[in-house]
């Protein structure tokens, strides 16, 4: 694994270290993005779009439909809210599956934890967090098997590295998924629905 580590001074900071990094990846890749109610992950799509040759003005977020895709100099970038999928058909309805198994689109989903077992083991993961005012820290971080065979997450069978795997088969995806769905794994404190809407009140320009 590779980790960079950024500090930014406020939003166009944000874009300019997310438009480097799409100059960096190939269709197919999956960007990840954790952070904060506000901490800049709609931004950094942004300055992804602004790399890959879309135009970052249509860029919002996408809460409350789920995807928003644009076109792009390398196909399509899509961009994926996950904090409303609830359920492996939530996810199905999507095409999440088709959509990784084409690897013609850059994918950047935003609350990747809420589908944790769906998210292919080689991605890049980008942590944003606050660090005063409008101070940023961004860790961008190159996530890729190391070992010779690594696990199975369901059942614990041997798994060939470079598959871009977590599970031997469709049965272990689908059950680890329903697990997450649940409620048998814990992520955190749930963010509830005031604690959306309040911060859209506080940030009238969106997420940053």
């Known amino acids: 694994m590779t980790v960079e580590l950024r500090r930014t001074s406020g939003p166009d900071d944000t874009e300019r270290i997310a438009s480097a990094l799409a100059m960096r990846v190939a269709p197919g890749t999956v960007i990840t993005l954790e952070g904060d109610l506000g901490a800049?992950?709609?931004?950094?799509?942004?300055?992804?779009?602004?790399?890959?040759?879309?135009?970052?003005?249509?860029?919002?977020?996408?809460t409350f439909v789920i995807e928003h895709r644009h076109p792009c100099d390398v196909g399509t970038l899509v961009h994926i809210d996950a904090y409303r999928i609830r359920s492996a058909d939530d996810l199905a309805s999507i095409g999440w599956d088709e959509l990784l198994a084409a690897g013609d689109a850059v994918v950047a989903v935003e609350w990747p934890s809420r589908i944790a077992p769906a998210l292919p083991a080689v991605r890049i993961d980008v942590r944003i967090r606050h660090a005063g005012e409008d101070l940023r820290e961004i860790e961008i971080e190159w996530v890729r098997p190391v070992d010779a065979s690594q696990r199975c997450k369901g059942c614990?069978?041997?798994?060939?590295?470079?598959?871009?795997?977590?599970?031997?088969?469709?049965?272990?995806?689908m059950a680890d998924l329903g697990r997450w769905f649940r409620g048998d794994y814990a992520i955190g404190r749930p963010i509830e629905e005031d604690d959306l809407h309040g911060d859209l009140r506080r940030a009238p320009g969106g997420d940053r």
């Open 156 to 173: 614990g069978a041997t798994i060939a590295a470079g598959a871009g795997a977590q599970f031997c088969s469709e049965r272990c995806r």
């Open 40 to 62: 800049g992950k709609t931004c950094f799509v942004r300055g992804l779009a602004r790399g890959l040759g879309a135009d970052p003005s249509t860029v919002s977020s996408p």
